[in-house]
């Protein structure tokens, strides 16, 4: 036999010590690896997860340009906080706030003056919505403030449905504001002007309205709100202000319907969140809120450090970051355009307006239609489905088995007052094609064929697809 000395050229990658010595997974490693193998042990164990272009539950951006993936790649070492040091990469994001807030129509924007511009970009819409929230507050506090009362002495609220994303739920508890949750209803996954002015008073720091709901995709009667709310100030009622969770509906509705008056358009709105990360068509994670002037970001919440090598406003919650997620929102603003915004959200609206119809054109074994369409894509590339009753198995079943093929579509239950409703949810997104969508059609008519035929009515675990 040939003598293979240790430390020969042939290194087989799966030979090595890959193979013959198990690695630790919950302490360091007594020796160091090779950059080749501690790529290819991770490489290998990710494979596990399932592939991100067919998870239809997420909203998150998974498919970028590859010239995006570049830029951000060479951006991964510069601290977004060092404004100093990279004032490029700190003049970009100014940019992106100033598009953000234009496209929002905010107050006293100045071509000449981008500092005009009162925002900033955030990690995801989660720290957006706590700046916001907090812009509240201070402002409700401020307001009692000048009444002569003591804040101290009273307990803020935040009114909002029960269809909320959770980080309001942890806005409020963390910042010690009382929740107030709006139910839904079968049938009504929106709240509404009545429950709203039911719910307010005068130590109400906001109401939110949600632009693209997580559950459904559908579009709050933001306009409506407003109008109820302006008619109660006008009454001598509490004067509330209204703040957009624009997360996945801020980069589509301006798109596809301009026309809807639902930002600063209506004088009630002071301000709004939206993720970049979602149809901002950026991969995670990037969000940001605008104020609609520098009224409504009290000064307080302002920080300015001098250690970074100038003196430098904050005011986000997060500190250290990458400023790759900017420079790659930025990279889509100029890529696109307002022109390629309008073409993709047309696109993913119309793959998602067929796949609806095709759901809605889908009947079981006895003639009936299998599935009734909630939302079907029209206001965000969101389409959510339930099964009509009778179908002897469950929404869960249906999601389980979709695994099966690849395909990660979620089943939950709606929010409180229409929680006996279940419902499968797939968002469209850039990078889920026409011809995909087709084979998750196809791939779903196979499952219902399977699930009619056993009709075992409910062997998967809901609490396990619980949304």
């Known amino acids: 036999m040939p003598n293979v000395s240790n430390h020969s050229s042939l290194t087989p990658a799966y030979t090595g010590r890959l193979s013959t010595t198990p690695l630790p997974a919950l302490r360091l490693p007594d020796e160091s690896m090779e950059p080749e193998q501690t790529y290819q042990f991770i490489h290998d164990e990710l494979m596990l997860d399932g592939s991100s272009r067919l998870n239809l539950a997420t909203f998150v951006t998974t498919w970028m340009d590859p010239e995006a993936d570049r830029l ?27 598009m953000v807030a234009d496209l929002f129509h905010a107050e006293d924007l100045r071509d000449d003056d981008p500092s005009t511009a009162v925002g900033v970009s955030t990690v995801g819409s989660s720290e957006a919505v706590m700046l916001a929230g907090l812009a509240l507050k201070w402002r409700w506090r401020e307001k009692l403030e000048k009444a002569g009362t003591d804040w101290r ?21 963390y910042f010690d504001v009382e929740a107030r949750y709006l ?37 709050e009667p933001v306009a409506a709100i407003c109008a109820a709310l302006n008619k109660l100030a006008a009454n001598s009622g509490p004067d509330i202000p209204v703040h957009v969770d624009a997360a996945s ?21 002071v301000s709004i969140n939206v993720s970049g990360h979602k149809y901002g068509l950026t991969y995670p994670g990037i ?28 005011f986000t919650l997060n500190f250290s970051r990458s400023g790759n997620q900017v420079v790659g929102q930025y990279y889509n603003f100029l890529r696109l355009g307002r022109q390629g915004f309008v073409q993709v959200m047309r696109c993913l609206s119309d793959t998602a307006q067929w796949f609806s119809h095709e759901l ?38 249906i999601s389980a088995l ?10 939950y239950t709606m929010p409180e007052g229409a929680s006996d409703i279940a419902v499968l949810r797939v968002v469209v997104r850039e990078g889920f ?35």
């Not at 977004?80 to 100014?94: C, G, L």
């Not at 720091?205 to 995709?217: C, K, P, S």
């Open 183 to 219: 139910p839904m209803e079968p049938g009504r996954y929106v709240i509404t002007p009545e429950q709203v002015l039911d719910a307010v008073d005068e130590d109400t720091i906001g109401v939110v309205a949600i632009l693209g709901t997580t559950f459904t995709g559908e579009l």
């Open 402 to 411: 979709l695994r099966s093929y690849g395909w990660q579509v979620p089943a």
């Open 287 to 314: 969000g940001f809120v605008v104020w609609r002037n520098s009224e409504h970001l009290p000064e307080d919440l302002v920080f300015r450090v001098n250690y970074l090598g100038g003196d430098m406003p904050t």
């Open 72 to 98: 951000m790649a060479e951006t991964f070492d510069k601290n977004m906080i060092d404004k100093d040091e990279y004032p490029v990469t700190a003049a970009i994001e100014q940019r992106c706030v100033c």
């Open 153 to 173: 002495s009273r307990t803020p609220n935040l009114v909002m449905g029960s269809n909320v994303q959770v980080v309001w739920e942890k806005f409020c508890r």
């Open 360 to 397: 809605a054109g889908m009947v079981g074994p006895d003639g009936k239609r299998v599935f009734e369409v909630i939302s079907d894509g029209s206001a965000i590339p969101v389409v959510a489905f339930r099964l009509f009753e009778g179908a002897g198995y469950t929404v869960f079943d």
């Open 249 to 269: 509906g801020g980069f589509v509705v301006p798109f596809l319907h301009p026309d809807v008056e639902w930002d600063f358009r209506l004088p009630r709105v």
């Open 433 to 467: 094609s026409a011809n995909l969508a087709r084979a998750l059609r196809d791939d779903l008519l196979e499952v219902l064929a399977k699930l009619g035929k056993a009709n075992i009515g409910g062997f998967a675990d809901e609490a396990h697809f619980a949304h």
